[in-house]
């Protein structure tokens, strides 16, 4: 696409967000910067993520309102991993040869509907033009009570673990997707809700905000680069072994009767599948009950996994019956992908 005028496309994909102050923000899009104020005993927290064209998503498998969506759901995701509230977004497209206006207006509409979801503002970002690929870089900027805030580092041995929803579904439907690619035609209306969990996935801001205002929860993380990835993240950062049952991660009926049809081991997808966007985590093994009555009440899933048994990191993935094997420290890794 010739980028013959940068803010006139700019306004044209970013009008949605004019005349947004109020409750907060002081300056909103369309000047040099952002100015917001934080909610009363509240701070701030803040993230960015990047999307980018042949490493994170292909044309024939992403419609463009679906890349827009996806790639603010991720970043979103990151601020619910701590217990924190969204609020406002900033985007920098960096949009290449055979990306259509149309094409990147649709890219905005997938942001936009994103944004109503998760009751967030646009304030800001970048149009660029890139040689090779689509390149859409996502920051979000969030808050939490001060002090508060949800970290990786504080499993401790006797909490168990748990999970805030199904997992592989995402994987599994980007493998039907690929599976038909080049047919022009879509996977069984059977996988369509695994298609759904690859392109429009959702981040579970409710869930944590459940833990962290329950006061019980231990660590937490969100499942981007997949379930073993994040679970080594936990167990390095607090120090602790974690034992995950391989029987209680069958979550999703969808997942192994899709792998069945395929004929794929489904516990591959959900654990180094990734982009699932549930929240991992821990809590102590006496609250577990109570958290879970708390999450039913509010129509959330907790799932407990395994449990957090010593202070050697680790990750060991246990059948029943019979031994455990250590679950290996992979997932979705952007500079390992670059060099396959």
């Known amino acids: 696409m010739a980028v013959a005028d940068e803010f006139a496309m700019i306004r044209r994909w970013t009008s949605r967000s004019a005349d947004q102050e109020g409750a907060g923000l002081s300056v909103g899009i369309g000047d040099d910067a952002a100015v917001f104020t934080v909610s009363p005993g509240m701070e701030v927290i803040a993230c960015c993520d990047a999307m980018i064209e042949t490493v994170h998503f292909l044309r024939e498998t992403m419609r463009p309102a679906d890349i827009g969506y996806k790639a603010l759901v991720s970043t979103i995701s990151d601020v619910a991993a701590m217990g924190g509230i969204p609020r406002y977004a900033l985007v920098t497209i960096g949009v290449s040869p055979g990306w259509s206006e149309a094409d990147c207006a649709a890219v905005y509409d997938g942001i936009y509907e994103a944004l109503e979801r998760y009751q967030m503002r646009l304030i800001g970002g970048d149009t660029v033009a890139t040689p ?103 167990a390095e950062a607090s120090g602790v072994h974690m034992v995950i049952e391989e029987e209680r991660l069958r979550l999703s009926d969808r997942v192994f009767q899709y792998a069945a049809a395929v004929g794929c081991d489904p516990l591959t997808w959900i654990c180094y599948g990734g982009e699932d966007y549930q929240l991992v985590g821990t809590l102590p093994e006496e609250a577990a009950a109570e958290v879970g009555r708390l999450f039913q009440e509010h129509g959330q899933q907790l799932h407990v996994i395994g449990r957090v048994t010593g202070d050697q990191p680790g990750v060991t993935l246990r059948r029943h019956p019979g031994a455990g094997r250590s679950l290996d420290k992979a997932g979705y890794n952007h500079f390992s992908n670059l060099a396959e």
């Open 132 to 234: 090779d690929a689509l390149h859409l870089s996502v920051s979000v900027l969030g808050e939490v009570e001060q002090g508060k805030a949800l970290r990786r580092s504080a499993a401790r041995p006797g909490h168990v673990v748990f999970v805030t929803g199904p997992l592989g579904e995402s994987a599994a439907g980007l493998h039907a997707l690929l599976a038909n690619s080049g047919t022009g035609k879509e996977p069984g209306r059977e996988w369509l809700p695994l298609v759904n969990a690859h392109r429009r996935p959702e981040a579970c801001v409710e869930a944590g905000r459940l833990l962290l205002l329950s006061g019980r929860a231990g660590a937490l993380n969100d499942i981007s680069d997949g379930l073993a990835s994040e679970l080594w993240e936990i």
